[in-house]
């Protein structure tokens, strides 16, 4: 297939990589990294704790620095770029959103499990009359049919989305999965669509490939990879395929090594990896949030975790389902005893 329509590259460094470095992302840390990714021509900049708007807090971990603070930083040293925020509904509210766009940021990217899109009404609304870019997306989506996703999907542009992103979560889709889920959103979307993937099983950037073969006109990245679990779309890498597959991106390919290596790198905790937890997270298809109490419920009731997240997977377990943990961990176990005493 060829190739000739420019992609947007939307950078998540400073917010789904705000999860690999546990929330200690500083003013200057963000200023700096937002200086090197405006000069290389990334057209936005997601920024905020990992869970978006009002995601400090004692469920989703505390921030070391206050998110309105990031966003200043950022605002005061872009040219080019626009600041980005995402708001998951029930987390972030509307009155966070004001003060996002007050502070300057000029897109919203809401987020909804895949099959919550009506949640996101009043959100995407309000990004629109604010005059922000104003981004649906769709979180999970190997978790329901092609066709279902459309629904939802067409349900977001309702409400007045600019775009529609399609997000990868646990990283567990595999390239013709991709194109299948955005050639049904293309049937029936007229705004464009994006896509934000995992790296679990080393197929992020193939899988980013395989959105663009299918539609996609925006992809997302992170400098190194950077990420929750085994990290998103390493943005150099994508910015080198893309550019040999002749897809225009108006991206900087060595500004961008050089703000990873340079700015990055030293704040980075370790080298982003993919160890056997991601692994088994985007094989079962379960979120990085249920990676700890697995563990260790798994240890407590002496069964291997890898079996308890591959059952997790098969149940479809979503956020707010974690008591499913305990209760696949017994059942486990007791099926353990019964084999070993009948």
């Known amino acids: 297939m060829s190739f000739n329509r420019k992609i947007e590259i939307i950078d998540t460094t400073m917010r789904d990589g705000d999860h690999a470095v546990s929330h200690c992302f500083s003013p200057e840390d963000a200023a700096r990294l937002a200086e090197g990714l405006d000069r290389a021509g990334v057209s936005f900049l997601e920024v905020g704790h990992g869970d978006g708007l009002a995601g400090s807090s004692i469920q989703y971990g505390f921030s070391r620095h206050p998110e309105e603070h990031l966003h200043r930083a950022v605002v005061r040293v872009l040219k080019r770029s626009k600041l980005c925020v995402l708001l998951l509904p029930g987390i972030g509210t509307i009155e966070e959103l004001r003060a996002a766009h007050e502070i300057g940021a000029g897109a919203a990217r809401i987020a909804t499990h895949c099959t919550e899109a009506d949640i996101s009404e009043q959100h995407i609304d309000l990004a629109k009359k604010l005059g922000m870019t104003s981004i649906g997306a769709l979180m999970m989506v190997h978790m329901i049919p092609p066709q279902d ?3 939802q ?7 007045g989305a600019d775009i529609i992103y399609y997000m990868d979560s646990a990283g567990a889709l ?6 299948e889920r955005l050639q049904a959103a293309k049937d029936v979307l007229k705004v464009p669509i994006g896509f934000h993937a995992h790296n679990n099983l080393s197929l992020a950037v193939a899988n980013e490939l395989a959105a663009v073969e299918a539609g996609a006109e925006y992809l997302d990245g992170c ?9 998103n779309a390493q943005i150099e890498v994508l910015a080198a395929v893309l550019e040999k597959a002749g897809i225009e991106t108006g991206v900087d390919l060595y500004t961008l090594m050089d703000t990873a290596e340079q700015v990055l790198v030293p704040l980075m905790k370790r080298p982003q990896v993919i160890d056997n937890a991601s692994l088994i997270l985007g094989y079962a298809g379960v979120y990085s949030s249920f990676l700890l109490h697995t563990f260790r419920a798994a240890e407590k ?5 890898r079996d308890v997240l591959v059952e997790l997977g098969r149940r479809k377990t979503v956020g707010g389902q974690e008591d499913w943990i305990i209760e696949v961990c017994a059942e486990m176990a007791g099926l353990a005893r019964s084999r070993t005493h009948p």
């Open 153 to 159: 999907a067409k349900l977001m542009e309702s409400y």
């Open 174 to 179: 595999l390239p013709q999965q991709v194109r």
């Open 149 to 151: 996703l459309a629904v």
């Open 301 to 305: 009731f002496n069964v291997d975790f």
């Open 223 to 231: 400098l190194r990879g950077l990420g929750a679990g085994s990290g």
